[in-house]
Every structure is written in C-alpha cells, then in structure tokens.
C-alpha cells in the first residue's frame, strides 16, 4: 500500500506524513528505521491506515481499484479480520444478500 501512495503522490510527501505520524506516537521514524517486516505491527498499520485516510491516498475509483486488485486477492488468507470481515458484509450489502 505504501508503494501504491507513492505513485499517487511522491516519496518525499509519503515518507515526511509516516514519519510525522510514527514520531507523534513516539515510534521510530520510516526514515530512521526502514519499513520492514519487523516493523509489521498492530500499532504501526493501524498509524498508516489513518494517515492513508487522512491523507486520502485512496479515495478515487482509480486509486481505490489498484488498492483493491493489492488486497483482494489476500482477503481469504485473513477471513477472520475487521477488513475482511467488513468486505464481505459491503458486498452482502452490494449484491442485496
């Protein structure tokens, strides 16, 4: 997802508003400490899905469709989750189930 905002917006824009969010909570920053898999934590997305909204890097059809064919295809792997979970109570909804 992060590289997906960066093609919608730019490096330097992404990384100063993850930064910016991280150093509010007093976590080390994106560009003190590389977004890897140690850094795969709950509090950590969760900080990136609010600057992701905040920021509005989806809120375009476009934008929402290139999101959608990155997570798509992993939502069964993650059935159990809020995400997954609230995608297919949205398509319930969509398809009049």
């Not at 997906?4 to 994106?30: C, H, K, Q, W, Y």
Request: net charge positive.
């Amino acid at each position: 997802m992060i590289a997906l905002a960066i093609e919608f917006s730019s490096v330097e824009s992404v990384r100063a508003v993850i930064d910016n969010a991280l150093s509010t909570v007093g976590l080390p920053t994106a560009t003190a400490a590389k977004l890897g898999n140690d850094r795969d934590t709950v509090q950590v997305r969760r900080i990136l899905g609010k600057v992701a909204n905040d920021k509005k890097w989806f809120k375009t059809i476009e934008r929402g469709e290139r999101l959608a064919a990155l997570i798509g295809p992993h939502l069964c792997a993650v059935s159990d989750k809020p995400l997954s979970i609230g995608v297919a109570a949205m398509r319930k909804w969509v398809d009049g189930k």
